[in-house]
Structures are given as structure tokens and as C-alpha cells.
């Protein structure tokens, strides 16, 4: 048996959007789909219109390093080792 499976955009046109078909073979649905194929074309225009958000970066952010006035802390050029601009 075949499927037929939608992806977004494509040369065919609806009011919402457009999109793509393709006929698969029922042994390749499943990687089809996870490789951002969609069983209507209401959910591939819905999945292709949607923003991408990004993951945020694990661990802690980074801080920079201030004097006692407030002022940002300076690196110093003869410690090569150590960035006293920024807090561990």
C-alpha cells in the first residue's frame, strides 16, 4: 500500500499557504514523517509557518567582572592564564 504525505512549501497553492505531495511506500512513512513530512497539507503549511526557536545554551552565562565603583574589570596583559574581565 502507498501514502501519499505533504510537505510545505510546494508548487501547489491554498489559500493558507502551499505545499508539496509525494506518494511513499508504507516502509518509508515513517522516516518520511520524521524528516518533516506531514499527512495533510493543513499540518505541512501549520509546521512550515511555525518559527524556529532556538534552544537555549546550557551551563551559566558568563558575567563580566566589575571594579568596586561599578566599572567594568580590565583583563590584565600580564596574567596569561586568568581573564579578570570575567567571573568564574
Known sequence: ????LYQSPGPK???DGSYGW??????????????GW???PRKA???????VVE????GRPRKRARTEDGQFQADD???TDVNEA???
Open 55 to 58: 534552544k537555549p545554551k546550557r
Open 1 to 4: 500500500m502507498k501514502t501519499m
Open 38 to 40: 506531514s499527512k495533510t
Open 86 to 88: 570575567w567571573k568564574e
Open 45 to 51: 503549511i501549520e509546521a512550515a509557518s511555525k518559527p
Open 22 to 35: 509525494k506518494i511513499f511506500d508504507d516502509g518509508d512513512v515513517e522516516a518520511a514523517l520524521k524528516a
Open 77 to 79: 596583559p600580564a596574567t
Open 13 to 15: 497553492a491554498r489559500p
